[in-house]
């Protein structure tokens, strides 16, 4: 079985950084891409940014500058620091990967729970 888990979420003030952290864990075989998606009050899920098993990234237009995603394959772990948060920034930040599982050899995407990101003063 694999599992996602996040952590870092919280509230922070406009202006402020956060660092959210997921590791994959369980009956892997390989990683390939992973990332970060977020989905505000009332909107659709959306990309934030993805990073490759060979490390490169893509980035929404609107983080561009700010956030940075960064990955410990070794570990199976992917980091995004938030930089200058806006409180349009504020929703659930969900981990995303696609996982090869040794039970399975098949890619299959799996979800993290969403940690909380509240941007306000």
């Known amino acids: 079985q694999v599992q996602l888990v996040e952590s870092g979420g919280g509230l922070v003030q406009p202006g402020g950084s956060l660092r959210l952290s997921c590791a994959a864990s369980g009956t892997i075989y390989s990683v390939n891409d992973m990332g970060w998606y977020r989905q505000a009050p009332g909107k659709q899920r959306e990309l934030v940014a993805v990073?490759?098993?060979?490390?490169?990234?893509n980035y929404a237009d609107f983080v561009k500058g700010r956030f940075t995603i960064s990955r410990d394959s070794a570990r199976n772990t992917v980091t995004l620091q938030m930089n200058s948060l806006e409180p349009e920034g504020t929703a659930l930040y969900y981990c995303?990967?696609?996982?090869?599982?040794?039970?399975?050899?098949?890619?299959?995407?799996?979800w993290g729970q969403g940690p909380v990101v509240t941007v306000s003063s």
């Open positions: 990073i490759t098993s060979g490390a490169s990234t």
């Open positions: 995303k990967a696609k996982i090869i599982p040794s039970t399975s050899w098949h890619p299959v995407d799996y």
